[in-house]
């Protein structure tokens, strides 16, 4: 029986894993801060994991974890964007990984797996072409910023101390309980009320997403394939455009979304002014030059390479999550 320790399994992303690892009957260990949610734990504890107390910033308090392991599944991150310093991710996000990987250095693990994110990659222009794993990183956001130091950290362990390192770098992802959910909700309220929906441009910019079983099966591959050293991008195998977003959820709410077009060439001075006079303390539409280059930049994966060396086969579950999605909460069927 393979043998695993996830962190961050109180998570969205790590729950939907540990649930995957007890249905193929992996014995599982779960990393947990005492502080996380008392739900969580019961629930992690229903599917049979057992739950190990400790917080990745506190170095001692990893000692508590069994280095008798096979596989090391990595998730637990701070992503909470509203925290405005660098310290705090740096702290959980690129010390905490090292404390972990420290833990395990001498134990004879076959595999350390780290989910890292697209925000590693940060704003790069991928014009029509979809984003390989050896582009150059160009982080924009605290958070981007230690998710690529951690990766950085990681790959210099494999190199020089031969550490089982995989990494995998997903979009967005979606499933029951992701933060697409607000997209949903966004776009829900721009119809009910009549609103009008904003693009960039012709809203054709790229972005990728990845359902969330998705990236458990390539979580899973990841373990059984070992790719030591190697970095994966992992997605629904094709990238979508603002708009078939925008459209995807409409078409689950049987709502028209009014739709205008605003060329980024009027966006970015708008965005400017916007700054200027922000800085005398009003700000008239929460428009900024980032935000613009965010709506009018396609970032778009490529996980071709997974599929190739992973034996990764992703699907699209868009449609579907959003229907299941708009029937649940507002109670609109197909
Ligand atoms: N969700 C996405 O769209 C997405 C996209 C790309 C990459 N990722 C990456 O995927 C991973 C999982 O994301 P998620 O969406 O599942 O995150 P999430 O729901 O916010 O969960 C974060 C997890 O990390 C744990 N954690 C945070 N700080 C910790 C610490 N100091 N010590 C131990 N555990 C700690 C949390 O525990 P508590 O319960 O105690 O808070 C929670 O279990 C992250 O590495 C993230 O960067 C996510």
Same mark, same amino acid.
């Given at each position: 029986m393979v043998r695993a320790l996830v962190t961050g399994a109180t998570g969205f992303i790590g729950f939907n894993l540990v649930k995957r690892l007890r249905e193929e009957k992996w014995e599982v260990l779960c990393l947990v801060r005492p502080t996380s949610s008392r739900e969580k734990m019961e629930k992690l504890i229903e599917t049979g994991a057992r739950l190990y107390p400790g917080d990745l910033s506190e170095r001692k308090s990893l000692e508590n974890l069994p280095t008798n392991i096979d596989v090391v599944y990595h998730l637990a991150a701070l992503l909470d964007h509203s !925290?405005?310093? @660098?310290?705090?991710? @740096? =702290?959980i996000n690129v010390l905490g990984t090292q404390n972990l990987v420290e833990r395990y250095l001498n134990s004879g693990i076959r595999s350390f797996i780290f989910v890292s994110s697209i925000a590693a990659i940060g704003l790069v222009e991928t014009g029509s072409g979809l984003l390989k794993e050896e582009v150059k990183c160009n982080p924009v956001t605290f958070y981007g910023k230690s998710k690529e130091e951690a990766e950085k950290l990681l790959l210099s362990y494999s190199r020089e101390f031969n550490f089982p390192v995989t990494i995998l770098r997903p979009p967005t992802v979606y499933g029951p309980g992701s933060r697409l959910s607000e997209m949903i909700e966004f776009v829900y309220r721009k119809v009910v009320n009549r609103r009008p929906i904003f693009y960039a441009d012709r809203g054709s910019a790229l972005t990728s997403l990845c359902w969330v079983g998705n990236l458990v099966d390539a979580l899973v591959l /990841? /373990?059984? +394939? =070992?790719? &030591? %050293? *190697? #970095?994966?991008? !992992?997605?629904? %195998? +094709?990238? @979508? &455009?603002? =708009? *078939?977003? !925008?459209w995807t959820i409409c078409s689950a709410l049987h709502r028209k979304p009014i739709e205008i077009f605003v060329p980024s060439t009027v966006l970015y001075p708008l965005a400017f002014f916007n700054e200027a006079v922000g800085k005398l303390g009003v700000n008239i539409s929460g428009l900024s030059r980032e935000k613009v280059r965010m #709506? $009018? &930049? $396609? #970032? /778009? #994966?490529?996980?071709?390479k997974a599929q190739e060396h992973l034996g990764y086969k992703p699907v699209s579950k868009l449609g579907e999550y959003v229907r299941e999605f708009v029937q649940t909460y507002f109670r609109i069927s197909s």
């Open positions: !925290v405005r310093e @660098y310290e705090p991710f @740096y =702290r /990841a /373990a059984k +394939r =070992r790719c &030591t %050293g *190697e #970095l994966f991008h !992992v997605d629904d %195998g +094709r990238p @979508y &455009t603002h =708009r *078939e977003i !925008v #709506l $009018s &930049t $396609s #970032l /778009a #994966l490529d996980s071709r």
